[in-house]
């Protein structure tokens, strides 16, 4: 099914132009159209053009009127623009049927729209990092992208780890939301973070050592977060090394303590986060959690 495609940069910089390139033609020949914001490749420092570049590539992506706007690539630099972001033009963007995809850094800008509008947000790939590998692009995320892109998607399963098995058969249901784990405990205490009550919140992160993500969990506790939802549902925790003085402290530590600080069950294996395999996610939708054995669902019907 073929949808217009609006490709902008609102945070980092786009260091492998190649892979964005890459990313840009696989869509096309995929059949979708694609027009590229101007500022898409842009420069200041880290960041994909100064703070006014980037609050201008988004309003221009919320008026393209396109399907699809998604992101080249995350890193960071949203959370600058919050309180900037044009939160009406964009929920009627979303109203007129325009999904808003990414991830990373991204998880800001989501998590805002939530905040002040109420709106859903896709979790899903970026264009570089995912359409543009030098490989061919993973199946199951180019095929979730594809069930977004159609309105097909109804939701999405995966297998726990063989020593989580759920004995007894889980059903919750609640809003979806969450993302980054860094940007989430980072939003906490500031107007745009959702107040999400009996939610389902999904986290993943990279380059984080796991005492730095307890410490992030740790302060979602203290400030009364993770204690409102029915579920934590955990991604994937990449790209980070263990010392020789952790001596023995890894994430399946991390992951037991936070079992043991909150009642709501904590689901690991989520296939999301900055990985190959990725799925697509609707922030802001309500959604059922159900889990049996190894199996997990999560599950939301049409959308569209």
Not at 4 to 20: D, E, L, Q
Not at 57 to 79: K, M, P, Q, V
Not at 164 to 193: C, D, F, H, M, Y
Not at 286 to 301: P, Q, S, Y
Request: hydrophobic residues 45%; glycine residues 10%.
């Amino acid at each position: 099914m073929t949808q217009s495609i609006y490709i902008f940069s609102p945070s980092s910089a786009v260091r492998n132009t190649a892979a964005v390139k890459r990313g840009i033609a696989r869509l096309k020949a995929l059949g979708h159209q694609v027009e590229l914001d101007p500022a898409v490749f842009a420069t200041h420092m880290r960041f994909a053009g100064d703070d006014e570049t980037r609050l201008a590539a988004i309003e221009r992506a919320t008026a393209s009127g396109a399907d699809i706007a998604i992101i080249t690539r995350g890193g960071y630099g949203l959370t600058r623009l919050l309180p900037a972001l044009p939160y009406k033009a964009i929920a009627k963007a979303i109203d007129r049927g325009t999904r808003f995809v990414g991830l990373s850094d991204f998880t800001a800008f989501q998590n805002a729209v939530l905040a002040e509008t109420g709106r859903m947000t896709w979790s899903g790939p970026a264009v570089g990092e995912d359409f543009g590998v030098e490989a061919e692009p993973d199946e199951i995320m180019q095929a979730c992208f594809e069930d977004l892109a159609s309105g097909q998607g109804e939701g999405t399963g995966w297998q726990l780890p063989a020593a989580e098995r759920v004995a007894e058969p889980l059903q919750v249901k609640g809003v979806l939301w969450g993302g980054n784990l860094a940007i989430i405990s980072a939003l906490a205490g500031t107007p745009w973070l959702p107040q999400v009550k009996g939610g389902i919140l999904f986290l993943e992160d990279v380059h984080e050592h796991p005492y730095r993500i307890e410490r992030m969990l740790t302060q979602l506790l203290y400030t009364g977060v993770l204690q409102k939802q029915k579920a934590i549902v955990l991604g994937h925790f990449t790209n980070w090394v263990p010392v020789p003085h952790d001596k023995g402290f890894k994430l399946k530590t991390v992951i037991e303590w936070l079992r043991g600080q909150v009642k709501a069950p904590v689901l690991t294996g989520l296939p999301f986060g900055h990985v190959p395999t990725k799925v697509c996610l609707p922030v802001g939708a309500k959604v059922t959690l159900a889990a049996e054995g190894r199996d997990a669902f999560l599950l939301w019907g049409h959308l569209h």
